[in-house]
């Protein structure tokens, strides 16, 4: 059986699937046909029903749950992970009312945490959606009064001339006592729960691979990771590939069902939203 497998080319992505996608591990009876694309053309991949396997936002995971079911590993989930609300040194937030500020897609997580913050101090900017690291080109330049910012933007802000306005994940993480989950793995559902957890344990497996030989995806990894420094890359895997990424936990579980009932306005997911637990381990 052949399957679309769609994933982004940032470090952290590369580095769990690698070993998949390079055939180093297997996954019994499957081929993956491997596609990359940034993080909102996943979301809008996901949201179409074009992928077998897919990364997505959570947030964007709420809009196709009823087509996709949402694996235990690969996605990307922890404390101290989350978006950055980046601007010019001394911007206060109440600064931002009816500016452009610019997001990096409207389906992802980050946006929907800046419109949670948003709606809570009572902010309504004009929102400008751009391609993740476009972001802090516009606002260094003055196209955008703040910009939030995800992947290795959260380490390389300061290097633009730019300050942390706000820290989204941190907030998140205060108000709702929980981990904040960025970015899942959802699988169609019509392939059936058995294949679905096969699929689950070769992606845990390769990252166990990736974990274990930390060279042998390096050339891939670079390869997609643009301009990227290579102290970067590694610091990029080392925040966003955590023990949830393994298996996202009973912990993990919540933090993702928070995260969807506020994307679909209060509205709680179905119980069947996670592959059921299958022993899986770290």
């Known amino acids: ?6 994933y982004s080319p940032c470090p952290n992505d590369t580095f769990i699937f690698h070993a998949l996608a390079a055939g180093l591990v297997r996954v019994p009876g499957v081929d993956f046909e491997v596609r990359l694309a940034d993080v909102e053309r996943l979301n809008e991949v996901a949201g179409t029903g074009g992928a077998d396997i897919c990364k997505v936002s959570v947030a964007a995971a709420a809009a196709v749950l009823g087509e996709y079911r949402i694996l235990r590993a690969g996605g990307a989930m922890g404390r101290g992970v989350g978006p950055i609300l980046v601007g010019v040194e001394g911007t206060g937030l109440e600064a931002l009312h009816g500016k452009r500020v610019a997001i990096p897609g409207r389906r992802t997580t980050a946006n929907l945490l800046f419109g949670l913050l948003c709606k809570a101090r009572g902010i309504v900017p004009e929102l400008v959606e751009l391609v993740y690291d476009e972001v802090m080109p516009a606002v260094k330049a003055g196209d955008c009064a703040a910009g939030v910012v995800i992947h290795e933007g959260r380490f390389t802000f300061a ?3 730019l300050a942390r306005l706000l820290d ?3 907030w998140w993480e205060e108000a709702y006592g929980l981990p904040i989950p960025l970015g899942c793995i959802v ?3 019509s392939l059936g729960v058995e294949l679905a957890g096969a699929v689950d344990e070769g992606i845990r497996a390769s990252l166990r691979h990736a974990r274990m030989h930390p060279e042998a995806g390096r050339e891939y990894i670079r390869q997609h990771a643009q301009e990227m420094d290579e102290a970067v890359i590694r610091q990029h895997i080392g925040t966003f590939v955590t023990d949830h990424s393994l298996d996202i936990g009973h912990e993990g579980e919540a933090a993702i069902l928070a995260l969807l009932t506020e994307a679909q306005g209060g509205k709680k997911a179905p119980e069947d939203v996670f592959l059921p637990e299958q022993g899986a381990g770290a």
């Open 1 to 6: 059986m052949r399957l679309s497998l769609h």
């Open 159 to 161: 290097q633009q001339g």
């Open 187 to 189: 699988m169609r559902r």
């Open 168 to 170: 989204l994940g941190a």
